[in-house]
């Protein structure tokens, strides 16, 4: 990172602490940061601990699944200009299901420039648990995910929890 550019610096601090304190407060996320020396943190492996659904891909069958794992990265001009495909990564598993993915990309629809890490967070988590859901095969990274969820609205959203959510006491995730 450019040491010199005070304002993304203080842009990838606040990210980091917001988003920190978004995941004390929910079971279902979990965040790590990958901090160089001196820096603060650019990249970021948020684990989700919601249902969501994958594919096998030796027999077709769709099924629930829970955790999902996903990259996020802030490049140097992030502040001016966002390029979705770089900025998230879906890290597991390979098999994700869902309209907006095509493992590694995942679809989070139109990003602007700046765009903070609690946003993207709670994007991803709508998408794992279908709670935000592409169904035009014409804009859908993964066709057949799309007709496949067409066919099965009534089964939306997967998980219906909200991403800040703790469990009562003696229950578990």
Same mark, same amino acid.
């Given at each position: 990172? &450019?040491?010199?550019?005070?304002?993304?610096?203080?842009?990838?601090?606040?990210?980091?602490? !917001?988003? !920190?304190?978004?995941?004390?407060?929910?079971d279902l996320l979990e965040?790590?940061?990958? &901090?160089? !020396?001196?820096?603060?943190?650019?990249?970021?492996?948020?684990?989700?601990?919601?249902?969501?659904?994958?594919?096998?891909?030796?027999?077709?069958?769709?099924?629930?699944?829970?955790?999902?794992?996903?990259?996020?990265?802030?490049?140097?001009?992030?502040?001016?200009?966002?390029?979705?495909?770089?900025?998230?990564?879906?890290?597991?598993?390979?098999?994700?299901?869902?309209?907006?993915?095509?493992?590694?990309?995942?679809?989070?629809?139109?990003?602007?420039?700046?765009?903070?890490?609690?946003?993207?967070?709670?994007?991803?988590?709508?998408?794992?648990?279908?709670? &935000?859901?592409?169904?035009?095969?014409?804009?859908?990274?993964?066709?057949?995910?799309?007709?496949?969820?067409?066919?099965?609205?009534?089964?939306?959203?997967?998980?219906?929890?909200?991403? &800040?959510?703790?469990?009562?006491?003696?229950?578990e995730r």
């Amino acid at each position: 990172m &450019k040491r010199h550019d005070r304002v993304l610096t203080a842009f990838l601090m606040s990210q980091q602490r !917001e988003a !920190e304190a978004l995941a004390a407060d929910s079971d279902l996320l979990e965040l790590f940061s990958q &901090k160089t !020396e001196g820096d603060p943190p650019r990249r970021f492996i948020a684990r989700f601990h919601c249902t969501g659904l994958v594919q096998d891909p030796s027999t077709g069958v769709v099924s629930k699944a829970s955790p999902f794992e996903v990259g996020v990265t802030f490049p140097d001009h992030h502040l001016r200009r966002v390029e979705p495909f770089f900025l998230v990564t879906i890290l597991s598993p390979p098999s994700l299901f869902h309209p907006n993915a095509r493992p590694p990309f995942l679809c989070l629809g139109h990003l602007t420039p700046g765009i903070g890490l609690i946003d993207i967070l709670f994007q991803v988590y709508d998408v794992l648990t279908y709670q &935000k859901v592409t169904m035009r095969e014409d804009d859908a990274l993964n066709h057949a995910a799309c007709v496949w969820a067409r066919a099965h609205r009534d089964r939306f959203p997967i998980d219906s929890r909200p991403l &800040k959510w703790r469990a009562p006491v003696g229950e578990e995730r």
